[in-house]
């Protein structure tokens, strides 16, 4: 009851402070308006739930693997750091695991996205190529895909296309190696090739399987500011 309560308190305070958007505040009055800003509210509130459960998830996996102090498991503790967006805290695993087990790629290939996600990008570029040589397959290839952000990252736009070249001989071209390729071409200077490269993800994403095209469209929007020259 009374988080009933809370909640349509939240929701007059919410109604009374879009009213006073200028330009929009007019859909908020009256009956319509009350109903907007509750459904917005609601949704909202379960956005934050989900997030904080997933993170309250994540910390329960990493206790757990807290509680075992060798290679494999740092590996493991600082994948789920890494994966949660904690690229800092993920690195003293992934440095431990790394040196562990030497000749285990998949260490390299998160140590090396870590190091990129710092702005380290020589190091990345270091580590993703020891991936790569470990295993080519690393990720389904997202090592190539990685290393081309990497050496694109450190103004090696040649070595990024090399990369690419080799995911795309093993596999099909995507949406992300398409647009990484327009990157690459835009940074060498030639214009109209990457603009071109940048209009066909659309199309790679219009390809795709349907459950596997929300994850691509990230890509699609990447790229048409690629067209307008806003990519980075």
């Known amino acids: 009851m009374l988080r009933l309560l809370a ?96 000749d285990v790629a998949e260490w390299a290939y998160r140590l090396g996205l870590a190091r990129l996600a710092l702005g380290d990008a020589r190091a990345a570029a270091a580590e993703l190529a020891r991936a790569e040589q470990l295993d080519a397959d690393c990720a389904y290839g997202g090592v190539q895909l990685a290393l081309a952000r990497a050496e694109l990252a450190r103004g090696e736009p040649r070595r990024a296309l090399d990369a690419l070249e080799r995911f795309e001989r093993a596999r099909d071209q995507t949406a992300e190696s398409a647009y990484l390729r327009g990157l690459v071409l835009a940074r060498t200077g030639r214009g109209p090739e ?33 067209r307008l020259g806003l990519a980075r």
Not at 23 to 31: K, N
Not at 81 to 92: V, W
Not at 208 to 219: E, L, S, V
């Open 7 to 102: 909640f349509f308190v939240g929701v007059f305070f919410a109604l009374r402070v879009l009213q006073l958007v200028p330009g929009v505040g007019w859909l908020f009055h009256g009956f319509f308006g009350f109903w907007l800003t509750a459904i917005g509210l609601a949704w909202g509130l379960s956005v934050l739930s989900a997030r904080w459960e997933s993170r309250r998830r994540l910390k329960r996996q990493i206790d757990a693997l807290g509680q075992v102090d060798n290679p494999h498991v740092r590996g493991k503790r600082g994948a789920l750091r890494l994966a949660s967006g904690d690229a800092r805290g993920a690195l003293p695993d992934l440095e431990a695991a790394a040196a562990g087990e030497h």
């Open 194 to 226: 990457a603009r071109a490269q940048f209009a066909s993800v659309a199309a790679i994403v219009a390809r795709t399987p349907q459950f596997q095209r929300k994850a691509q469209r990230p890509w699609m929007w990447r790229a048409w500011l690629g």
